[in-house]
């Protein structure tokens, strides 16, 4: 098995290096007659894309998106959507440099995938990584794009909540604060010193790593199913697909661990519309695998980008003992750019539970037990 498909009835696969000519995805099981546009894929893709500022690796990728199977335009109103069938979505590789992993071709770069991939496959694309290249995730955020319109009223949003130890105030959380800043950053305060702090760590030719948040609002009750489609599990092994990924939490996370009993237990009450009113969201949006209705919440970390200046030890294919540096254009922080990643990952998984549930139980509002 391959391995370059996930999802159940909302599947995507994606294909490509980072070196290659081209990199690209299927997106399959989409329903038919939602309204699709290469312009609605690269709206997500554009808030993905390097080179932005000076804090993302400076490589020139447009990242412009073509759409070459899927969609059809209705005769009736001209309305272009898709057609039930499988979605293929392009992205051109436009500015590679290979020739900056020359010198590292035979040399395992301490933190990546070199040694793993060898070891496994026995052969090693070492231009930028090949397939463990984290330019395989703008597929991802295409495929995100699509999912976004499956389940309806669905909002997925993210944000940078921490840059090395430094946190923002969440008293100061503004999602508006998210576009004027590169960071992501919902604390306008904060931004600012990721701005300074980032650029000594970038001068200094190292990186940092980073905590996400991902909020998705409007997602029904009752997505999920046990014991082995829980909502969150399928969530938190989405987040730990990223690159650079070494954990997550759902709701509190591990910060549930320092909390009573009481303090943890999301209490309710009965709302004004018959439907459960919860006190609080310590569970994230999840209850045994299930949905809350809630909004679903989930953090990831990111490790420090691991192409730095710095010289560090390695061993070669070869066995022999060596020492390096990493060239090239790297993110000084990797986790800047895996927030609308974060968002995507969710929104494919949410997409598909959204299917699987409406396919098991054949309706999609929740069945309230207190409602006639």
């Not at 071709?105 to 995938?113: E, F, S, T, V």
């Not at 970038?202 to 409007?218: D, F, H, P, T, Y």
């Not at 519309?273 to 299930?290: E, K, Q, T, W, Y």
């Not at 986790?335 to 929104?347: D, K, N, S, T």
Request: charged share 25%.
């Amino acid at each position: 098995m391959s391995h370059n498909t996930f999802g159940h009835l909302f599947r995507v696969t994606t294909f490509g290096e980072s070196h290659g000519p081209a990199i690209g995805c299927v997106v399959d099981g989409c329903p038919p007659l939602l309204p699709l546009t290469e312009a609605d894929i690269q709206v997500e893709l554009d808030r993905r894309r390097p080179g932005q500022s000076r804090f993302t690796t400076q490589r020139q990728e447009p990242d412009q998106v073509r759409i070459v199977s899927g969609v059809f335009a209705r005769e009736s109103d001209a309305v272009q959507v898709t057609t039930g069938t499988s979605i293929g979505l392009m992205i051109d590789n436009v500015d590679q440099r290979s020739k900056d992993y020359s010198d590292i071709k035979d040399k395992y770069r301490p933190g990546h995938a070199d040694f793993t991939y060898d070891v496994k496959y026995g052969i090693r694309d070492y231009r930028g990584g090949g397939r463990s290249s984290a330019r395989e995730t703008a597929m991802r955020v295409a495929a995100g794009a699509i999912a976004r319109k499956v389940v309806p009223g669905m909002v997925v949003r993210g944000a940078l909540v921490q840059m090395g130890p430094h946190k923002i105030d969440r008293n100061n959380w503004d999602w508006d604060e998210i576009g004027n800043n590169p960071f992501f950053c919902p604390d306008a305060k904060a931004a600012k010193l990721f701005e300074s702090y980032l650029d000594g760590i970038r001068k200094s030719g190292s990186s940092i790593g980073a905590v996400l948040e991902i909020v998705a609002e409007g997602v029904p009750a009752g997505l999920g199913a046990p014991i082995y489609g829980k909502l969150d599990a399928e969530i938190a092994a989405a987040l730990m697909s990223i690159n650079a990924v070494k954990g997550v939490e759902i709701g509190d996370g591990f910060g549930a661990a320092e909390l009573s009993g009481e303090e943890n237990a999301d209490e309710m009450r009965a709302g004004n519309d018959g439907r459960p009113l919860f006190l609080s969201n310590h569970a994230g949006g999840v209850l045994g695998g299930i949905s809350t209705g809630q909004p679903i919440v989930a953090r990831f970390a990111v490790k420090p980008t691991s192409s730095i200046l710095a010289t560090r030890a390695t061993v070669t294919r070869t066995g022999g003992e060596a020492e390096m540096f990493t060239k090239g254009r790297h993110d000084p922080c990797v986790g800047i750019r895996a927030v609308p990643v974060g968002e995507a990952m969710v929104a494919c998984v949410l997409a598909d539970q959204y299917l699987r549930h409406r396919a098991q139980v054949g309706v999609v509002e929740p069945r309230w037990p207190f409602q006639p």
